[in-house]
């Protein structure tokens, strides 16, 4: 049995490629069968958030597109117009369970900044308290090419770990992650995956189908950003969703880790942007890493960038990025004291120095995050 028969809160995603059929129209069949199989699953104790690409593919056909445009602007024409197609057929599907849904699109703003972190979680809980199906999108239509999540795998994985979700389903045109793409020969299906490690010798492409967007990349590393955060994700076909919320093993089923952090610490790492780095010594990164102490002054080699007190930077040592963390100084100041003992800060007029990143401030990152954050 997968984690799904043991989950009361789940995120299920689904990818352009399943939601629309060969001649580029949305699939109403299928969007049908989910709204089904999910208001089924849910019954009356359980809850389920949709995040529904197909906006774009959606919208291609009623704007005269033959196929998925290149440009920003089409682009952002197809999604306003295919959202609402989108929503009037899930709103539809739905109510023919007695379900009713709620379109939330989000910008990455909603993400990385931690007041609307905390609003848009506030808002989902509410919605999922009220027994409503929150159906979510990226907001295509008016996000700009520099501040768009792009792929809405990671949104997936981000809303799951936002109102933490027992697991994540990942919804797709192929039975799973192959060790190569699929039209390989030789490649097989990859049943189950424990860490990074069982990573190292498959073979993905983020050249996905004529509709989707991130290919298998995006899909593995939302998936290794779930698990990071002790959620559990089946990655499988669309055709074969019954038998996921049944709780089969069918597809790939990334095995969560053990820890659950802490929703603040869980922002930090994945979804606040970085403004900068601190370069630490040997000893402050040993402190970090396994002492789980605050980033002190002392420890502090190097500073890079320009960020204020309170932005969210990398924390590096010699040998790679180890951490991140909300900043005590801003860039300027810590450059000027970096290094000093607590007695040097007195000297300096610090009567009581912060540490340059406070413990409950500090997310310490693991082999996931490299495989999460590689490009
Ligand atoms: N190692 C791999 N295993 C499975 N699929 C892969 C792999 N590498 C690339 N792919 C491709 O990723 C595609 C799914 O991604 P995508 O088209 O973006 O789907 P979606 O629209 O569901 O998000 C598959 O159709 C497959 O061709
Ligand atoms: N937000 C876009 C989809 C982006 C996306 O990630 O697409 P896909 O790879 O099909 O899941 C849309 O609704 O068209």
New binding site residues.
């Given amino acids: 049995m997968s984690g799904i028969s043991s989950a009361s809160r789940i995120v299920v995603?689904?990818?352009?490629?399943?939601?629309t059929r060969l001649d580029g129209g949305l699939d109403l069949n299928r969007i049908d069968s989910v709204a089904r199989l999910v208001s089924r699953w849910r019954g009356s104790e359980r809850e389920v958030v949709i995040?529904?690409?197909?906006?774009?593919?959606?919208?291609l056909d009623p704007l005269g597109f033959s196929s998925k445009p290149k440009d920003l602007p089409s682009?952002q024409a197809?999604?306003a117009m295919?959202?609402g197609l989108?929503m009037a057929r899930w709103t539809a599907a739905f109510q023919a369970h007695h379900l009713d849904v709620a379109q939330v699109l989000l910008t990455t703003e909603d993400v990385m900044r931690r007041d609307h972190y905390t609003n848009a979680r506030a808002a989902l809980v509410r919605l999922l308290g009220l027994g409503i199906v929150p159906i979510l999108?990226?907001n295509?239509a008016v996000t700009t090419r520099e501040l768009r999540?792009?792929?809405?795998?990671?949104?997936a994985a981000l809303i799951a770990q936002m109102i933490r979700a027992d697991a994540l389903v990942l919804l797709?045109d192929v039975d799973g992650l192959y060790t190569a793409p699929p039209d390989h020969p030789g490649a097989r299906l990859v049943t189950r995956v424990s860490g990074a490690d069982d990573l190292m010798s498959v073979l993905v492409t983020g050249a996905?189908?004529r509709?989707?967007?991130?290919?298998m990349a995006?899909?593995v590393q939302a998936a290794m950003l779930a698990t990071a955060s002790g959620i559990g994700v089946q990655l499988a076909c669309a055709d074969n969703l019954e038998h996921v919320l049944s709780g089969e093993c069918v597809g790939t089923w990334f095995e969560p880790s053990q820890e659950r952090p802490a929703s603040r610490r869980l922002w930090i790492a994945h979804a606040a942007p970085s403004r900068g780095e601190i370069v630490v010594d040997e000893g402050a990164a040993r402190a970090i890493k396994e002492r789980k102490k605050s980033l002190l002054v002392a420890g502090v080699s190097s500073v890079l960038g320009h960020f204020d007190a309170g932005d969210v930077v990398d924390v590096a040592c010699p040998t790679g990025l180890i951490a991140r963390g909300v900043s005590g100084y801003d860039s300027d100041t810590l450059a000027q004291i970096a290094g000093l003992g607590t007695p040097e800060l007195h000297s300096a007029g610090y009567e009581h120095p912060r540490p340059a990143i406070h413990r409950d401030d500090l997310a310490v990152l693991g082999d996931a995050f490299s495989a999460v954050n590689a490009d």
Avoid: C, H, P, W
């Fill in positions: 995603k689904i990818g352009s490629s399943s939601l995040v529904s690409s197909g906006a774009v593919a959606a919208g682009v197809a999604a295919g959202q989108l999108n990226e295509d999540f792009g792929d809405n795998d990671r949104v797709t996905g189908s509709v989707g967007t991130g290919g995006t899909k």
